[in-house]
């Protein structure tokens, strides 16, 4: 059993900053070096849930053009976590934003893990 639960999320006004985090627990493998992907996802209301930020196991990130520049993904895979720092923020950064997580299980398998989202409302 693996649970993945997002943090941090509230009210910013414009130009202000956030800082998400992401943990998973549960049955996951404890080799720091088990290739585990990370991303950040946000689904604005009525729109198509989108992909803000990643990491992959060999540490390559990747940002959504939306996200250059303003925000930065980090990961402690020790701990199994990952981190979205946001700044300069805006009112269209304005949605629900998920935790996905590609684990190495503590059984050899892998595991594919949304965490329930947190919501990030930026005030114009």
């Known amino acids: 059993q693996v649970e993945v639960m997002e943090s941090g999320g509230g009210l910013v006004q414009a130009g202000g900053s956030l800082s998400l985090s992401c943990a998973a627990s549960g049955s996951i493998s404890s080799n720091v070096n088990s290739n585990n992907f990370w991303a950040w996802y946000r689904q604005a209301p009525e729109k198509q849930r989108e992909l803000v930020a990643s990491?992959?196991?060999?540490?390559?990130?990747y940002y959504a053009s939306s996200a250059k520049g303003r925000f930065t993904i980090s990961r402690d895979n020790a701990a199994n976590k990952v981190y979205l720092q946001m700044n300069g923020l805006e009112a269209e950064d304005t949605a629900v934003y998920y935790c996905y997580a590609d684990l190495q299980l503590s059984s050899g398998s892998r595991g594919r893990y949304w965490g329930q989202g947190t919501q990030v409302t930026v005030s114009s």
């Open positions: 990491i992959s196991g060999p540490g390559v990130v």
